[in-house]
Structures are given as C-alpha cells and as structure tokens.
C-alpha cells in the first residue's frame, strides 16, 4: 500500500521536528555541561581561598604560641 502524497509530506515534518528536538536537547546538554564546569572552577577558586586563609591563620597561630612562650621566658627570667 503506498502512502499518499499528505502522508509523506507528514512524515517528513515528523521527521524534522524530532530532529529539530534532537538539536535543541544537544544545545541544552552542551550549555548544562558549559555551567556545570563553570561552576566546579567556582568551586575549586573558592576551596583554594579557604584553604589559604586556613593556612595563613595556622602561621598567625603559630606565632602567637612563639610570641607567648618567648613572653613567658623573658618573664621567668626577670
């Protein structure tokens, strides 16, 4: 049985618009995949800024206790 000339015509915009879809699904995957790197180099900027502030606390810390025990030898010693 052969399709007529209608049925043909609506085959082929069938066929357009699932390619049409197919198009525009990839477009979004694309822009999905752009955001999501976008935001794990957000992330990885934002987790190398805490972890030098960490570090820099620890170093303030770090003199403080120096600072403090030279204090309390210099007082011992008075």
């Given amino acids: 049985e052969e399709a007529t000339g209608a049925e ?13 879809h197919e198009l525009l ?16 180099e957000s ?4 987790i190398a800024a805490i972890v030098d502030k960490v ?10 206790e120096k600072c403090k025990k030279k204090h309390e030898m210099e007082s011992k010693s008075d």
């Fill in 8 to 20: 043909v015509t609506m085959i082929f915009d069938k066929v357009k618009q699932f390619q049409d």
């Fill in 25 to 40: 699904l990839s477009n979004n995957n694309y822009k999905l995949q752009l955001l999501m790197n976008n935001h794990r």
């Fill in 43 to 46: 992330n990885e900027a934002l």
């Fill in 55 to 64: 570090e820099a606390i620890d170093r303030i810390d770090k003199r403080i």
